[in-house]
């Protein structure tokens, strides 16, 4: 009797080990095809041509003629995720307009919903990260929700260290919340 629960504990084991293998197999799978997916991914800075696509998938709520208007600003650029023709992802590196300034704000970071999780944000705050480069910036800063769990790891995983907290430094519903200040170093 107790043999024979031994043994079918064996077969049970050995059934989950197969499960688990297979399972990791198709994490592999799910991986190599996000891989292979990215590398159909375009960021580039954005046009006026995007202004309908923007207002389509990233701000609803503004019409293509505040978005168009934003494109032209000259001291913003506006980064774009295209993914097969379409822009699914946005950022905006704002430079100071004051002299001597070397630092830059990084803000407005938003993925479509149905394609986060697969590296997308870290694509564009990395592309962010060289375009500042580029242009002298050597600090880049950031604010997010100090709530905000999907963009502070993300954020903390590429090198930025929380610096300081703005106290209800946002008003969301008529409620206010604080703000967590970000910076990193750029290529010091
Ligand atoms: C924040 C946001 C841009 C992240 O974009 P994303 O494309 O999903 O992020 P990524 O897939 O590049 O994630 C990169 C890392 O961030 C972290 N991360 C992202 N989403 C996470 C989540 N839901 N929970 C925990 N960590 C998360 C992970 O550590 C991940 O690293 P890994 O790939 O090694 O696991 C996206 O969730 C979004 O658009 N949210 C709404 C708008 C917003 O909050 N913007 C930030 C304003 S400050």
């Known amino acids: 009797m107790k043999r024979k629960r031994k043994s079918s504990n064996f077969l049970e084991r050995v059934e989950n080990h197969k499960k688990l293998r297979v399972s990791y197999f198709l994490i592999y799978l799910s991986i190599l095809f996000t891989m292979a997916e990215l590398q159909n991914l375009s960021l580039r800075e954005a046009e006026l041509r995007d202004a309908e696509q923007i207002q389509r998938n990233i701000?609803?709520?503004?019409?293509?003629?505040?978005?168009?208007?934003?494109?032209?600003?000259?001291?913003?650029?506006?980064?774009?995720?295209?993914?097969?023709?379409?822009?699914?992802?946005?950022?905006?590196?704002?430079?100071?307009?004051?002299?001597?300034a070397h630092t830059a704000l990084l803000h407005s970071?938003?993925?479509?919903?149905?394609?986060?999780?697969?590296g997308i944000g870290r694509a564009i705050v990395e592309y962010a990260e060289r375009l500042a480069l580029q242009n002298g910036i050597e600090i880049l800063l950031l604010e997010a929700g100090a709530e905000n769990k999907n963009a502070i790891p993300l954020y903390k995983k590429l090198g930025f260290e929380e610096y300081g907290l703005l106290k209800n430094g946002?008003?969301?519903?008529?409620?206010?919340?604080?703000?967590?200040?970000?910076?990193?170093?750029?290529?010091?």
């Open 59 to 100: 701000f609803p709520n503004k019409t293509i003629e505040q978005i168009e208007n934003r494109i032209n600003s000259a001291h913003k650029r506006r980064i774009v995720a295209e993914y097969n023709n379409e822009i699914i992802g946005y950022a905006v590196l704002a430079f100071r307009t004051v002299p001597h």
């Open 109 to 118: 970071l938003f993925v479509k919903e149905n394609f986060r999780n697969v």
């Open 170 to 188: 946002y008003k969301k519903d008529g409620n206010y919340k604080d703000l967590a200040l970000m910076k990193k170093s750029l290529g010091k």
